[in-house]
């Protein structure tokens, strides 16, 4: 089995950091794409930025600019540093893994909340 795990979400003040960690454990052979989602009330769940095992990234429209994605792949790590925080960014936040244990599946984590507010 695969467990994620996030930390690093909190309140932070509009135009604030924060960085969100994820990390998989468990019978992990390989992990391909790597990433993070979001759910704000009342909305549906959307992607916001994902990072392959190569180290090629896609964001969102609404984060491009603003947050970054990265990992650590000797750690099985996932990072999203997200600067100029606005309350719009409130939500919580899901890490999602491609593991191959070797057989293939598709991982959450539970979240983490962010809610930026002053």
């Known amino acids: 089995q695969v467990q994620l795990v996030e930390s690093g979400g909190g309140l932070v003040q509009p135009g604030g950091s924060l960085r969100l960690s994820c990390a998989a454990s468990?019978?992990?052979?390989?992990?391909?794409?790597m990433g993070w989602y979001r759910q704000a009330p009342g909305k549906q769940r959307e992607l916001v930025a994902t990072v392959t095992s190569g180290g090629s990234t896609n964001y969102a429209e609404s984060v491009k600019g603003r947050f970054t994605i990265s990992r650590d792949n000797a750690k099985n790590t996932v990072y999203l540093e997200m600067n100029s925080l606005t309350p719009e960014d409130t939500a919580v936040y899901y890490c999602?893994?491609?593991?191959?244990?070797?057989?293939?599946?598709?991982?959450w984590g539970k979240g983490t909340l962010v809610t930026v507010s002053s």
């Open positions: 999602n893994a491609h593991v191959f244990t070797p057989l293939y599946g598709d991982y």
């Open positions: 468990g019978s992990i052979f390989r992990i391909n794409a």
